[in-house]
């Protein structure tokens, strides 16, 4: 892992770096500094990216203050968009398609009252991130998962190993291994043969 501060990437036309708490594997590929432009995060590391992981462009790290996210080995994520204040976790193998929302936090209150609030605190000059008192739950995805485009992942889910989400779908509960769910709000359409691989994963 490489945490020199400064750090460009390989022909990218955003003329960022990345943040130094972004633990990047030599083998992993980022395709643009431009995903970190929400990250605020100030956790010792904030972004894990595993071996032989790609993150495509459009992808955006939207991280808070105390956000953590974990990128597994071979992981593919391609334009979405992790909204994370908490914990999210994507484990090796996972696909995770364009236009994908995973987010741990609603970050603003259910309440109208405190909505109105907060907004016209943020126009007299309030800092964004003080204002949000939504409580963030982790998301965990687990391994070789397939998560069409547009899907909505909420907070406090879990998505077991080898599952499918549909294509805009809405996931509000947990999604058990090898189960492929579809609609919105998401529901188990059937099953997935198990395969084991050579490494057991
Ligand atoms: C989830 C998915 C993989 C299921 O494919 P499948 O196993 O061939 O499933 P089927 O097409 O036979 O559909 C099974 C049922 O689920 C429903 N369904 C499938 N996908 C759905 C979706 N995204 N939203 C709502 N319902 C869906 C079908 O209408 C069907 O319902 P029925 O049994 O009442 O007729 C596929 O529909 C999908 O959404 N793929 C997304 C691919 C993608 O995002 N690719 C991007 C490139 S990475």
């Known amino acids: 892992m490489s945490n020199a501060p400064g750090r460009t990437l390989p022909e990218d036309w955003f003329p960022g770096t990345l943040p130094e708490n972004v633990a990047l ?3 992993a590929y ?3 500094a431009f995903s970190f432009v929400c990250h605020r995060s100030e956790q010792p590391v904030s972004v894990r990216i595993a071996r032989g992981a790609s993150i495509y462009k459009s992808t955006m790290f ?3 203050r105390s956000g953590s996210v974990r990128i597994g080995a071979y992981a593919l994520v391609h334009g979405a968009r992790l909204i994370c204040d908490d914990e999210i976790e994507i484990g090796d193998y996972t696909l995770v398609s364009w236009n994908v929302v995973l987010m741990d936090s609603y970050r603003f ?10 907004l016209i605190r943020l126009a007299k000059g309030g800092e964004w991130l003080s204002l949000n008192q939504a409580k963030a739950r982790p998301i965990r995805v687990g ?3 397939w998560i069409g485009f547009d899907a909505c992942i909420l907070p406090g889910v879990t998505i077991g190993d080898g599952a499918i989400v549909g294509a805009r779908s809405v996931v509000t509960r947990d999604v058990p291994p090898y189960t492929i769910v579809a ?4 529901q188990v359409v059937r099953q997935i043969k198990r395969e084991s691989s050579a490494n057991g994963i």
Request: hydrophobic fraction near 30%; aromatic fraction near 0%; include cysteine.
């Open 183 to 186: 609609g919105n709000p998401a």
């Open 25 to 27: 594997d030599a083998s």
């Open 62 to 64: 939207d991280l808070g």
């Open 109 to 118: 209150d259910s309440s109208p009252a405190i909505r109105r609030a907060q």
């Open 30 to 32: 980022v395709e643009t």
């Open 143 to 145: 391994c070789k998962v």
